[in-house]
Structure formats: C-alpha cells, structure tokens
C-alpha cells in the first residue's frame, strides 16, 4: 500500500484506527496485518455531509489495483 500510495504522489499516514469495523473483528482471529484505506473524509462518515469527489475515488481505485498487483506478485 505504502509504495502504492507513493508511486500516486501521496504520502502514507498510518493511524490506529478505533470503533466497530469488520477488519478489527477479524484481524485478531485471522491474525494477519490488516489495512484501511479508501477516499472520502473520513471524519464525515455516516453523516449528512458524507460525500465522494469521483476524482478521489478514481485515484483510490488506481492505488488499490496497483497494491493489490503487487501484492498477487509477490505470492
């Protein structure tokens, strides 16, 4: 993900995240590193003012696919 992000122009920032999601319900049982990542401002999740610029999320999609190549490279 990081050289991922990097290769894009953005700068990884890690962060602990905290509250209900499936990854912390799973990730102790799976006992794998897990990852959160996505467009959007986060801080308005699941408020009226939640939105998504479509540029931002065309940029997510290119990270995602471009981590996730490496990823499957790397097996």
């Known amino acids: 993900m990081r050289v991922a992000i990097r290769e894009a ?5 890690f962060k602990v995240k905290t ?5 912390n ?13 996505g467009p959007g401002d986060s801080r308005l999740d ?7 610029d479509l540029a931002e999320y065309r940029e997510a999609v290119a990270i995602l696919r471009s981590a996730l190549t490496r990823l499957v490279g790397a097996v």
């Open 9 to 13: 122009g953005g700068t990884p920032v």
């Open 19 to 23: 509250g209900t999601s499936d990854m």
């Open 25 to 37: 319900v799973v990730a102790p049982h799976w006992q794998v590193p897990t990852v959160a990542y």
């Open 46 to 52: 699941h408020t009226p003012e939640e939105h998504l």
